[in-house]
């Protein structure tokens, strides 16, 4: 393990996979038993810790509350199994725990395999949005090629533009300059540019640093001559990613943005999805933020019910990936208990399941002539079974003369009109 118990003692126990934690404090991470261990006499987890050739090693651990003379849980008493599990055998023990447990035990492999090349948590997941958004990251990673990252607000774009530039070798990282383009506006975004281009940081002169233009789409069209002028100049000193909410491309179409601009800017295209579009990768980002928590606040908890979990996956989630992490930290500051229940989540996430139970009746429109020839045919049809087909004495039932009914019954098409010889 590289430490010793000196090492570790009066350091805070964590329940988390935080890709931050280092040294003392990431072998502890490792070793914390899950918060529901505390109100079980019995239960039983995967610890794991890094060995110093880089490999995690993984023991299936049994812990035993023990109590004090006030029969309050005071200690946790570990037995650690003495084989190492592989990979794939930890997480069927996991799953074999409980639905937070397994996803525990994924956040902690995604954090051993992509650690090294990004920044991971929003980023996480195995549907085919995920691996594909990861790919990119990496490609843009090794490249200084420009790129563009598109999403819905909410979706990550920041994100996905600090992952690409902190993926670079620690030791050629330079700065990373945002730029927000819709707050700015094109005149101040344009003068900053310029102040970059004759004077860039110190850190950049050395170091690769990058510029990122958020909401780059927003630029008007008047001011986007010389912001391409700036950035395809030579001298310009700074790596640009930008990010947008919709295409640069149908832009362009619509004739709202220059084209040479939208050419230098998306040599890379990264598309975010929304949240709602990759629904598979839902559970494991609620625990990644959920271990987030943990990992700052006094607080422990495990994880979400599985009633829970079926709420968060019913939810449109139109604020993304921001959204999600907001209702994980409401819900965060309400539980109680070990687990996060469903009673624990924020209540428009109970309004909006209700709504879908119980979906609005889309209004009809009424015809008022069709829907009274209606009445009428039914009410002449009722009158002359009543009269057993005699026209005059349904004609009386129906308070009219015995012409006018004939008249209607043509017109309805109750009778066939008689043919002339």
Not at 39 to 46: D, K, L, M, V, Y
Not at 203 to 232: H, K, M, R
Not at 261 to 276: D, M, Y
Request: some cysteine; proline content about 7%; charged content about 20%.
């Amino acid at each position: 393990m590289g430490f010793g118990g000196g090492d570790l003692l009066g350091k805070r126990c964590a329940y988390h996979s935080g890709a931050e934690a280092t040294g003392a404090e990431a072998v502890v991470a490792g070793l914390c038993p899950p918060p529901s261990a505390w109100s079980a006499p019995e239960s039983t987890a995967i610890v794991a810790h890094t060995a110093p050739d880089g490999r995690v090693l993984r023991r299936r651990a049994r812990f035993v509350r023990l109590a004090n003379a006030k029969q309050a849980a005071a200690y946790l008493l570990a037995l650690l199994d003495p084989e190492d599990l592989a990979e794939g055998e930890a997480l069927a023990a996991a799953a074999a725990d409980s639905e937070a447990a397994l996803l525990h035990e994924r956040l902690r492999n995604f954090r051993v395999k992509a650690t090294a090349r990004y920044r991971i948590d929003r980023l996480l997941g195995d549907s085919p949005a995920a691996r594909r958004i990861r790919a990119q990251v990496e490609l843009a990673a090794g490249s200084r090629a420009s790129v563009l990252v598109i999403g819905p607000p909410g979706s990550g774009r920041q994100h996905v533009a600090a992952a690409i530039h902190y993926s670079a070798p620690s030791a050629s990282v330079g700065p990373l300059v945002p730029l927000a383009c819709s707050i700015l506006g094109p005149e101040l975004v344009q003068s900053t540019l310029l102040a970059l281009a004759t004077k860039p940081p110190r850190e950049a002169q050395s170091a690769q640093g990058t510029l990122v233009l958020n909401d780059v789409d927003q630029i008007p069209v008047e001011a986007q001559g010389e912001l391409t002028a700036t950035l395809s100049s030579r001298a310009f000193p700074l790596r640009v990613i930008a990010t947008a909410r919709q295409s640069l491309d149908e832009l362009v179409r619509r004739g709202e943005y220059r084209p040479e601009l939208a050419a230098l800017l998306g040599t890379i295209v990264i598309e975010l999805p929304p949240l709602a579009q990759r629904r598979g990768d839902l559970p494991l980002l609620a625990q990644w933020f959920l271990e987030q928590l943990n990992a700052r606040g006094a607080k422990q908890i495990s994880g979400f019910s599985p009633e829970a979990l079926d709420v968060l996956d019913g939810y449109p989630w139109p604020g993304n990936l921001d959204e999600l992490a907001a209702v994980v930290a409401e819900s965060y500051q309400r539980a109680e208990g070990p687990q996060i229940g469903v009673g624990d989540l924020p209540s428009r996430l109970h309004l909006a399941a209700q709504a879908a139970a119980h979906p609005r009746q889309p209004e009809t429109t009424i015809v008022l002539d069709e829907f009274l020839a209606q009445i009428e045919v039914e009410m002449i049809r009722r009158a002359m079974a009543r009269a057993k087909r005699n026209k005059s004495k349904a004609a009386r039932l129906l308070g009219m003369t015995r012409p006018r009914l004939y008249r209607r019954l043509v017109q309805l098409g109750l009778i066939d009109k008689p043919k002339l010889s």
